[in-house]
């Protein structure tokens, strides 16, 4: 009787199972931390178009927004009435917002959009450090909802779903 030898195929089989595993298990590590509901804000600083300087830090114990934007992204320019609806609604109940302007972004259009428009909250110019700090963010608009802890309760990219952001905020500044 001949015995067949076992096909490399089979031999490389358990070989196999175990990179797939460790490879599961890397992503799934990766998305946690990537994607967890726990994630920290970064230490970050915003430039005001008023040339004063606020950061994260100063912004601990606060429930804020940052929202990264441009003049000539058509979705961020849709959404920003009902920012400014949501900021007037919340602000009385101690909501922060930061609405930074992208680095490509130039200093003139976002002035004459901020005063034409009278926004209410603080707006800054991005030198690049806060997209990179907060993720690298490069798509318009992004939105990040940060909680009294430091904490991103939630990233939108592109318009938030505002119902849904209302129940965040709702939640996140307490019965006040």
């Known amino acids: 009787?001949?015995?067949?030898?076992?096909?490399?195929?089979?031999?490389?089989?358990p070989v196999r199972y175990v990179a797939l595993a460790a490879a599961a298990v890397a992503i799934a590590i990766a998305g946690?931390?990537?994607?967890?509901s726990s994630q920290h804000v970064p230490d970050a600083t915003f430039t005001l178009l008023s040339s004063q300087k606020l950061s994260t830090a100063d912004l601990k114990g606060k429930v804020y927004l940052v929202n990264f934007w441009a003049t000539d992204c058509e979705t961020c320019i849709k959404e920003m009435p009902q920012m400014v609806d949501t900021y007037n609604r919340f602000k009385g109940r101690g909501l922060e917002f930061v609405a930074v302007a992208m680095k490509y972004d130039a200093p003139m259009y976002v002035v004459n959009y901020a005063q034409t428009r009278q926004l209410p909250f603080k707006v800054a110019m991005d030198d690049g450090s806060a997209a990179k700090a907060f993720g690298n963010v490069q798509m318009t608009p992004t939105t990040f909802v940060?909680?009294?802890n430091g904490t991103i309760l939630k990233r939108y990219v592109g318009e938030p779903q505002f119902a849904e952001l209302d129940q965040l905020l709702q939640k996140a500044l307490g019965s006040a």
């Open 1 to 13: 009787m001949s015995q067949t030898p076992a096909s490399p195929a089979r031999r490389a089989s």
């Open 146 to 148: 940060v909680d009294k």
């Open 32 to 36: 946690y931390f990537a994607f967890g």
